[in-house]
């Protein structure tokens, strides 16, 4: 068999290979707290499952639009107007199988060789291994610059050139749990006007987890942007949708056809019946993600004071999602030895900081989607191992 070339440059996200190495020690036995995966650990909200069940009674079996049923795209623009108040036409709005497609298709589109993409690094592992699988150049943003890793608008626009084609944000971060604030998002949206050519991919999976009552500062704030402007977001996060496969976008006006086409030559469409649990989960009530909130509140408490209670572990307070980054140079281990002692030793499944780039060597992400009882044990366990 002759494969591809191209599947070399295709990477992965290894939180999936550490959960398989956690189940198999499970299976011999031994017990692990999984502080691998980025998944709220609750159940979905009821009125979403109930209205899956009720489209499903009532029929709801077959294909349906590849852009998603226009109730749903429509319940997205709904949902915008009452979090951003923007108005934003639902001819825009794409339903996807998950958050993920939407990275998938953006870079794809923008992404050949001689193109460069700017990417956070660290970041979600998928964007860099998209861009390199496209041929496109991956152009990291050190995030590790600002010790609360904040997003650096300055930096990010000093590395646009002529052949710069798009910029992928995430705010919230995953691994980092670092928020940046609307100010800073203004500047860059501000200095993106230098560079008309160049898009922006927002992923803002993490939008609704957010601490300390402060807001989501969206691109959609940037309406001279919409242009080129892709937002990523879903229901996997908000709303402990994970599994369903869910997620949505808005795409610039003219791009809504080559992705309706890459949609149409992949997936078809998305599953008609979770659509309608989908418009449930927007337009009902929050108090599952209000009670989420509370939960994760507490945990980042709990995990922020416990890690830097540790010697030789040094965490910022994250500011969003529910991941806590520690740089753990100070045990004398880099992030690969530390987390591979804490699977192997204190049976705790974390994931190491170079699974999300290059430059995270002495950081491990801890994700606090697990009850109080576990990370409180999962700490003790890492001051045992370390003592
Ligand atoms: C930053 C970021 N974007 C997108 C996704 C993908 O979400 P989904 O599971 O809906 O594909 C994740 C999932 O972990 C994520 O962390």
Known sequence: MKLAKNLEKLGTESAFKILAEAKKLEADG??????????????SPKHAVDATKKALDEGHHGYVLPNGIIECREAV????????????????????????PTMYYAITLFGEPGAEIIYPDPGFPIYESMINYTGAKAVPINMLENKDFSINPEKILSLINENTRLIILNNPNNPTGAFTEKNKIDQLAE????????AILSDEIYSRQIFDEKKMPTFFNYPHLYDRLIVLDGWSKAYSMTGWRLGWSVWPENLVEHVIKFCVNNHSCVNAAIQYGAIAALDGPDDSLNFMMEKFTKRRKLIFDGLNSIKGIDCSL?????????????????????????????GVAIVPGTSFGKKAIDYVRFSFAASQDNISKALENIKKMLS
């Open 30 to 43: 031994k017990k692990i707290i999984h502080l691998s995966l980025g998944q709220p650990d609750f159940k």
């Open 318 to 346: 994250p500011g969003g999602a529910f991941y806590a980054f520690p740089n753990v140079k100070g045990t004398g281990m880099d992030g690969k030895e530390f987390a591979k002692k804490c699977l192997h030793e204190a």
């Open 191 to 198: 200095g993106l006007k230098k560079f008309p050519n160049v």
């Open 77 to 100: 623009t709904r949902k915008i107007k009452k979090l951003y108040n923007k108005e934003i036409d639902p001819e825009r709005v794409i339903i996807m199988p998950g958050g993920k």
